[in-house]
């Protein structure tokens, strides 16, 4: 079952043996909340297509997402480090599915092998990575250019060219109101760089909005495959410095 996910194909087959005969295969349903902030976590997810972002909720009722992962990583996994309640909200935005441990049958054999220590330690490395370029991204870079990063991640975890995100989801992971997505919106289809319809199917053109969107783009995906590489080899820990720093009618 590790075939698909990036941190499960990293094991060796001795190690991933210790956690194989506990995983379940479940489906991510898009739109689906898999933990709520202040859950105690009671599974372990390593996703094998699709896309969960990370979103901290704001005591007003505003949201931000904070991180997204796939299947280059792992949601509760730091659960190892003992018993917590998730300090955020997970969201499927692009449905798929993954593979599911139950906490303590993974913190066993995280306990047993190295192997399995080394790769949650590569992605905590990774999560690390991802929220320190998503905070310095969110302060320093316009509402388009980080509307630009955002489709192209979760393109990046979608099968196909279409994507299904309405403009509501788009304002929660931006932390913006919805008229101004609706702006932001207008102004990359205006450069060519998406089409959408009004029930939320978008179609990137990947060149265009990789020249609308920020230098955070390519170096979060420069780090995601240096971090945890997709090969079937045990990922090492690594720290990012500062030097690495056909469409139809229905869209218009």
């Given amino acids: 079952m590790g075939g698909g996910n990036r941190l499960l194909a990293a094991?060796?087959?001795?190690?991933?043996?210790?956690?194989?005969?506990?995983?379940?295969?479940?489906?991510?349903?898009?739109?689906?909340?898999?933990?709520?902030?202040?859950?105690?976590?009671e599974h372990v997810y390593f996703p094998h297509s699709g896309a969960i972002s990370f979103?901290?909720?704001?005591?007003?009722?505003?949201?931000?997402?904070?991180?997204?992962?796939?299947?280059e990583g792992a949601?509760?996994?730091?659960?190892?480090?003992?018993?917590?309640?998730?300090?955020?909200t997970a969201v499927v935005r692009?449905?798929?599915?993954?593979?599911?441990?139950?906490?303590?049958?993974?913190?066993?054999?995280y306990m047993a092998s190295s192997a399995i220590r080394d790769v949650v330690q590569a992605h905590t490395g990774w999560i690390l990575s991802q929220l320190q370029?998503?905070?310095?991204?969110?302060?320093l870079h316009p509402v388009e250019a980080r509307l630009a990063r955002w489709l192209l991640e979760l393109h990046d975890r979608t099968e196909g060219p279409i994507m299904s995100v309405t403009q509501e989801t788009l304002s929660q992971l931006l932390g913006v109101r919805r008229t101004t997505v609706t702006q932001m919106v207008a102004k990359l289809r205006a450069v060519g760089a998406i089409r959408s319809d009004r029930r939320?199917?978008?179609?990137?053109?990947?060149?265009?909005?990789?020249?609308?969107?920020?230098?955070?783009?390519?170096?979060?995906?420069?780090?995601?495959?240096?971090?945890?590489?997709?090969?079937a080899v045990t990922p090492r820990l690594h720290f990012p410095s500062a030097a690495d720093l056909t469409v139809d009618d229905r869209f218009e």
Avoid: W
């Fill in 133 to 139: 370029h998503v905070a310095a991204c969110n302060g």
């Fill in 11 to 41: 094991l060796p087959r001795a190690d991933l043996a210790l956690l194989s005969p506990h995983l379940q295969k479940v489906s991510l349903e898009q739109d689906a909340v898999v933990v709520r902030s202040g859950d105690r976590r």
């Fill in 94 to 109: 692009v449905g798929g599915t993954a593979s599911q441990i139950s906490v303590s049958r993974f913190h066993a054999a």
């Fill in 75 to 88: 949601l509760g996994a730091l659960s190892v480090l003992g018993p917590s309640r998730s300090s955020v």
């Fill in 200 to 231: 939320g199917l978008i179609e990137i053109d990947r060149a265009r909005l990789e020249e609308a969107t920020c230098e955070c783009y390519r170096i979060m995906r420069r780090e995601t495959d240096r971090i945890v590489p997709d090969e």
């Fill in 55 to 71: 979103m901290l909720d704001m005591p007003n009722g505003a949201t931000i997402a904070t991180a997204v992962i796939g299947r």
